[in-house]
């Protein structure tokens, strides 16, 4: 196809335009009525100015009525300056996401490294010390020790039934406390080691994702 030529008047009318384009005069009468319905005057022919085909041909483009390629001087201006636009938002976006990544990185540092601690360990932890690791809003103790009971881990007694501790998941320990009256009592606490504390976080992380 033609480059599309305007004239020293820089106006083409609506057929001349129609005959480069490749399309019907019908069309791009439409599509700049559509655009510019002040240029259309009864009786009179009807031009139009490079900024106008530019204009008109970019409107047939969305209904594949026309080649995507760019005709005019004007056009292809337009489309390498939103180009450069283009680009420079994706620079701009990747700018403020790595910040952010590394705002992120910076606030987690603490459990991170609290985590990294009790994964290098062979220490079982609390359900409180847990759930502080987690630091998943909402999450605290007594709410992963309900679902924990609801999922048949723990008894209702809060001790992990044997397949669990087998795993390696928990460990019960004893805890001796003396009354008033002097007589000694014995409490189960549920430890958690660190293959556990994954567990649990697998758990929490699918009830949140439910």
């Known amino acids: 196809m033609q480059e599309l030529a305007i004239r020293n008047d820089k106006r083409m009318t609506v057929r001349e335009v129609a005959d480069v384009l490749g399309v019907t005069d019908d069309k791009i009468y439409r599509s700049a009525k559509e655009l510019f319905p002040e240029i259309f005057i009864n009786g009179k022919t009807t031009y139009l100015n490079e900024a106008q085909v530019t204009a008109v041909k970019m409107n047939l483009r969305k209904t594949a009525e026309v080649m995507a390629q760019p005709k005019t001087s004007l056009e292809k201006a337009l489309l390498i300056k939103q180009a450069m636009q283009f680009q420079q938002e994706i620079i701009e976006s990747l700018q403020t996401e790595n910040t952010e990544l590394k705002a992120k990185a910076e606030s987690d540092k603490p459990k991170v490294e609290f985590y ?28 992963i020790f309900a679902l924990l009971r609801n999922m048949k881990i723990l008894d209702i007694r809060n001790v992990p039934y044997r397949e669990y501790q087998d795993r390696g998941y928990f460990r019960v320990i ?37």
Not at 123 to 134: G, H, K, P, Q, Y
């Open 116 to 143: 990294d601690q009790v994964a290098g360990s062979g220490d079982a932890i609390s359900i409180r010390e847990v759930a502080a690791i987690l630091n998943i809003p909402g999450w605290g103790q007594n709410r």
């Open 174 to 210: 004893e805890q001796k406390w003396t009354d008033k009256e002097g007589d000694t009592h014995i409490n189960l606490k549920t430890l958690v080691y660190q293959k556990g504390v994954n567990f649990i976080r697998k758990i929490v992380q699918k009830q949140e994702a439910a």
